[in-house]
Antibody
Framework: QITLKESGPTLVKPTQTLTLTCTFS??????????VGWMRQPPGKALEWLAL???????RYSPSLQSRLTITKDASKNQVVLTMTNMDPVDTATYYC????????????WGQGTLVTVSS | QSALTQPASVSGSPGQSITISCTGT?????????VSWYKQQPGRAPRLMIY???NRPSGVSNRFSGSKSGNTASLTISGLQPEDEADYYC???????????FGTGTKVTVL
């Protein structure tokens, strides 16, 4: 059974750096083909893909946010960490992590999401 | 890279069929058979409903079907039921540097 859960601060101040952790079970990021992605969804708005990391440390980023994002993995801890610098109120959103397989172009298991509010 | 375009809302009565469109470009929907659809109920995480244009994951009702023509993909829900009321998002792989793009979302209302 695959599960994922996001954790991190619920409130950050403008200009601060956000660090979110995705802790998962039921699969290993040491297994060939496995990947974990991050998406976000501002209140009442659409989903947006942010970043993706694979078992072989291949990383992909949304071009519009690439300069602010870093995705890393710790396969031994079953965790993926996303950092986003220079947070702004427009970054207020629910952030989701999700599982995918590299050659299957969809996210089949999602975490419950974590709401991050950016406000002074 | 812009989001894929979906109608803001679609509605239907119980038992009816509805279709949600998802319009992209020749770099995403039109170029690849990697369109997927997600259902999202209020306060819940998205759930995969269709992948690779027309395939259903295990556990998804066969009332849900997907198709594609040119740069537009479609999700059809037949025999509409109250539990189908949700937001639906399409997504696609893209050849552009964006790599992966979601649709604008469609709110389905069961009248």
């Amino acid at each position: 059974q695959i599960t994922l859960k996001e954790s991190g601060p619920t409130l950050v101040k403008p200009t601060q750096t956000l660090t979110l952790t995705c802790t998962f079970s039921g699969f290993s990021l040491s297994t060939t083909g496995v990947g974990v992605g991050w998406m976000r969804q501002p209140p009442g708005k659409a989903l947006e893909w942010l970043a993706l990391i694979y078992w072989d440390d291949d990383k992909r980023y949304s071009p519009s946010l690439q300069s602010r994002l870093t995705i890393t993995k710790d396969a031994s801890k079953n965790q993926v960490v996303l950092t986003m610098t220079n947070m702004d109120p427009v970054d207020t959103a629910t952030y989701y992590c999700a599982h995918r397989i590299k050659w299957l172009v969809y996210f089949d298991y999602w975490g419950q999401g974590t709401l991050v509010t950016v406000s002074s | 890279q812009s989001a894929l375009t979906q109608p803001a809302s679609v509605s239907g009565s119980p038992g009816q069929s509805i279709t949600i469109s998802c319009t992209g470009t020749s770099s995403d929907v039109g170029a690849h058979n990697y369109v997927s659809w997600y259902k999202q109920q209020p306060g819940r995480a998205p759930r995969l409903m269709i992948y690779d244009v027309s395939n259903r994951p295990s556990g998804v009702s066969n009332r849900f079907s997907g198709s594609k023509s040119g740069n537009t993909a479609s999700l059809t829900i037949s025999g509409l039921q109250p539990e189908d009321e949700a937001d639906y998002y399409c997504s696609s792989y893209t050849s552009s540097t964006t790599f992966y793009v979601f649709g604008t979302g469609t709110k389905v209302t069961v009248l």
